[in-house]
């Protein structure tokens, strides 16, 4: 713990320490492994920088949201900026560094190479190599080394590469992160973010396309929210950041190329608020992160239908936004559950409990939820495909719930 917290105070350094001890990194002249990326636009168009279509890109549009008719020219004159959901993360970190000196990056490959998703590009070059710290691949370390730079006052953003490699910090997270405010009796406040991308992407295989979110919910101390949006991901990155507690913050691989317009001013998000996507009347569908795009799928399906869907992207996984959820069941009075995590002790089996817990006299059915199979994730991609929940699902699951 000594070595931990030295390293941790040798942190604090004024930014005129962090030029004097800049490290050359050894990645530094590292080849660039991603030439190109593919942007997935908000009106199901997909466009390639390099020029090469992915192998699998008629699966793309299953991750887009409802066309938006806005034509292109009116779009151009809108107030704001378009960025990239990792744009708009860096973007969000990089204020939060400007504002708070205290701020710091720590994680594999975050320095000179700017993460394994670009998330952190350019942020070494700016800030010097001891606020942007490359580690070894030693996951239990490094976070470790975060929760203690935490506990002398510095704020640091650990990136996971892959959140399943977090696995190997679990005993760190659990009972240093979550507990060392209680434990400590208030001694130590430990505002630390823990980020990085995860669910299931294109043919990733078992090992990297967890979802850990049912993993991280039952220990106590922790926040955790995930984005779905470039605007509600630089909100929440900064809102994690500003936080006296520790949080969790889930980025969707399959996300990161989704564009979108934000605001040219400063905002913040609240960490524990739902955001209603789409009101209706007919139904409440509660859904995050990548499902989001599969709801508001089905949604347009529905709507020809005859069916008003209301929408709600939770956001934040722990705590509920009951006070949002609450509200649209009192109107609806029927509930379907849409994620990407595995059915069996899930984050839809906690929501559905605290429906039947707090609304259950305003339900007129018998709450639904749509979950990932719990099988591992295979690494064909027509298996794949069937382990997640798609919208057509979605659709004959609000057709039942309306009956």
């Given at each position: 713990?000594?070595?931990?917290?030295?390293?941790?105070?040798?942190?604090?350094?004024?930014?005129?320490d962090?030029?004097?001890?800049?490290?050359?990194?050894?990645?530094?002249?590292?080849?660039v492994?991603?030439?190109?990326?593919?942007?997935?636009?908000?009106?199901?168009?997909?466009?390639?920088?390099s020029?090469?279509?992915?192998?699998?890109?008629?699966?793309?549009?299953?991750?887009?949201?409802?066309?938006?008719d806005?034509?292109a020219?009116?779009?151009a004159?809108?107030?704001?900026?378009?960025?990239?959901?990792?744009?708009?993360?860096?973007e969000?970190?990089?204020?939060?560094?400007?504002?708070?000196?205290?701020?710091?990056?720590?994680?594999?490959?975050?320095?000179?190479?700017?993460?394994?998703?670009?998330?952190?590009?350019?942020?070494?070059?700016?800030?010097?190599?001891l606020?942007?710290l490359?580690?070894?691949?030693?996951?239990?370390?490094?976070?470790?080394?975060?929760?203690?730079?935490?506990?002398t006052?510095?704020?640091?953003?650990?990136?996971?590469?892959?959140?399943?490699?977090?696995?190997?910090?679990?005993n760190?997270?659990?009972?240093?992160c979550g507990m060392?405010?209680?434990?400590?009796?208030?001694q130590?406040?430990?505002?630390?973010?823990?980020?990085?991308?995860?669910?299931v992407?294109?043919?990733?295989?078992?090992?990297?396309?967890?979802?850990?979110?049912?993993?991280?919910?039952?220990?106590?101390g922790l926040?955790m929210v995930?984005?779905?949006?470039p605007?509600?991901?630089?909100?929440?990155?900064k809102?994690?950041?500003r936080?006296e507690?520790p949080?969790v913050?889930?980025?969707?691989?399959?996300?990161?190329?989704l564009?979108?317009?934000?605001?040219d001013?400063d905002?913040v998000?609240?960490?524990?608020?739902?955001?209603?996507v789409?009101?209706?009347?007919h139904?409440t569908?509660?859904?995050y992160?990548?499902?989001?795009?599969?709801?508001?799928?089905?949604?347009k399906?529905?709507?020809?239908?005859?069916?008003?869907?209301?929408v709600?992207d939770?956001?934040?996984?722990?705590?509920?936004?009951l006070?949002?959820?609450?509200?649209?069941?009192k109107?609806t009075?029927?509930?379907?559950?849409v994620?990407e995590?595995?059915?069996?002790?899930?984050?839809?089996?906690s929501?559905?409990s605290?429906?039947?817990?707090n609304f259950?006299?305003?339900?007129?059915a018998?709450?639904m939820?749509?979950?990932?199979?719990?099988?591992?994730?295979?690494?064909a991609g027509?298996l794949?495909e069937?382990?997640?929940?798609?919208?057509?699902?979605?659709?004959a699951?609000?057709?039942?719930?309306?009956k």
């Amino acid at each position: 713990m000594a070595a931990v917290l030295q390293a941790a105070a040798l942190l604090m350094g004024s930014q005129t320490d962090i030029k004097r001890f800049r490290l050359r990194s050894a990645l530094r002249s590292a080849p660039v492994r991603h030439e190109g990326f593919f942007v997935v636009r908000t009106d199901g168009r997909l466009s390639a920088t390099s020029g090469v279509m992915p192998r699998r890109a008629k699966l793309i549009p299953n991750a887009v949201a409802v066309k938006d008719d806005t034509p292109a020219s009116s779009a151009a004159s809108k107030p704001g900026h378009e960025l990239l959901l990792f744009e708009a993360l860096r973007e969000g970190l990089e204020e939060e560094m400007d504002r708070d000196p205290r701020v710091c990056v720590m994680g594999e490959d975050v320095g000179h190479y700017g993460g394994s998703y670009k998330v952190t590009k350019g942020l070494a070059t700016k800030f010097g190599d001891l606020r942007v710290l490359d580690t070894p691949i030693a996951e239990n370390s490094f976070t470790g080394m975060g929760i203690g730079a935490a506990m002398t006052g510095l704020r640091p953003v650990i990136e996971g590469m892959n959140m399943g490699f977090l696995l190997l910090a679990f005993n760190q997270i659990s009972n240093n992160c979550g507990m060392l405010h209680y434990t400590s009796g208030g001694q130590f406040t430990i505002p630390v973010v823990i980020r990085g991308p995860g669910g299931v992407g294109r043919q990733l295989g078992a090992e990297h396309s967890q979802r850990l979110e049912s993993y991280f919910q039952s220990i106590p101390g922790l926040q955790m929210v995930a984005c779905s949006t470039p605007y509600n991901a630089k909100g929440l990155m900064k809102a994690a950041i500003r936080s006296e507690n520790p949080v969790v913050l889930f980025e969707h691989v399959l996300l990161y190329n989704l564009k979108e317009r934000i605001p040219d001013e400063d905002y913040v998000l609240c960490l524990e608020e739902a955001e209603m996507v789409r009101p209706g009347e007919h139904v409440t569908i509660l859904t995050y992160s990548r499902m989001r795009y599969h709801v508001m799928q089905a949604a347009k399906t529905l709507i020809n239908k005859g069916y008003d869907p209301e929408v709600i992207d939770i956001r934040s996984l722990k705590p509920f936004d009951l006070y949002t959820i609450g509200n649209s069941i009192k109107k609806t009075h029927r509930v379907l559950i849409v994620e990407e995590c595995m059915r069996t002790g899930g984050i839809g089996a906690s929501l559905r409990s605290a429906i039947i817990d707090n609304f259950w006299d305003y339900l007129d059915a018998p709450i639904m939820c749509l979950s990932s199979q719990d099988v591992p994730t295979p690494y064909a991609g027509t298996l794949e495909e069937w382990t997640v929940v798609q919208p057509a699902q979605i659709v004959a699951a609000v057709e039942q719930l309306c009956k």
